[in-house]
């Protein structure tokens, strides 16, 4: 069991439809991110929130929309993906900056 | 600019011994070790900070050559359940560490009976 908690483990999606991924820990980590993960590669940052603030955004395309309604809670909007975009989605967080992360189970997700 | 790991696979019995590298051509703040097993999210193994510090856990250590901007992971007395793909994640010093980490492509470690 992780100290990263991430909901749904399985997400299947049209590609008209909404849906929100989200991440929860309770560790009173500051850094919270955001990565994507395909088969056989590794990770790669998405976003990353500090102190709740959005510190960094890797040029993500605007169809993803993270959001960090608090210290302990990250999440992210979907919302006309595309079928490139399948992926394990994975959160992180850390205690600040530069520190280790600790990664939940991830969320699979599938465009049709 | 992304590591560079080696090497990309390597297979051992059970007892063996293994050293995964990782090289940057950007000065370093920080080196990050995971340990993700198939359907399963990285695992934290350690972290090394530039001033060339050795740290180990149990049969794992790492060490960081600041001058050379190359961490290297040490496996000793390998069991089956170090099976898994190895990443390290380096933290660019530009900005006196950030919160941005770039991983290599992995090193994946079979550990056979």
């Known amino acids: 069991d992780t100290e990263v908690t991430q909901t749904p483990k399985h997400l299947v999606m049209g590609m008209t439809n909404k849906k929100s991924l989200k991440c929860e820990q309770h560790?009173?980590?500051?850094?919270m991110y955001w990565y994507k993960q395909k088969a056989k590669k590794p990770p790669e940052l998405m976003f990353v929130?500090?102190?709740?603030?959005?510190?960094i955004n890797e040029s993500v395309p605007s169809r993803f929309s993270p959001e960090c309604p608090n210290s302990s809670l990250l999440n992210l909007h979907l919302h006309a993906l595309q079928p490139e975009d399948s992926a394990l989605y994975l959160c992180?967080?850390?205690?600040?900056?530069?520190?280790?992360?600790?990664f939940g189970d991830g969320t699979r997700l599938s465009i049709l | 600019q992304q590591p560079v790991q080696s090497p990309q696979a390597v297979i051992l019995r059970e007892g063996e011994d293994a050293v995964i590298n990782c090289s940057s051509s950007?000065?370093?703040?920080?080196v990050h070790w995971y340990r993700q097993k198939h359907g399963e999210a990285p695992v934290f193994l350690m972290i090394?900070?530039?001033?060339?510090e050795q740290k180990g856990h149990e049969k794992i250590s790492a060490s960081f050559n600041e001058k050379k901007q190359q961490s290297s992971l040490y496996l000793t007395a390998s069991q089956l359940s170090y099976s898994g793909t190895y990443f390290c994640?380096?933290?660019?010093?530009?900005?006196?560490?950030?919160?941005?980490?770039?991983f290599g492509k992995g090193t994946k470690l079979t550990v056979n009976p």
């Open positions: 560790m009173g980590h500051r850094a």
């Open positions: 992180a967080s850390s205690l600040r900056r530069s520190q280790p992360q600790h």
């Open positions: 950007k000065a370093l703040y920080s």
């Open positions: 994640g380096t933290v660019s010093d530009a900005q006196g560490g950030s919160e941005k980490l770039v």
């Open positions: 090394l900070l530039k001033g060339g």
């Open positions: 929130y500090s102190y709740e603030k959005l510190s």
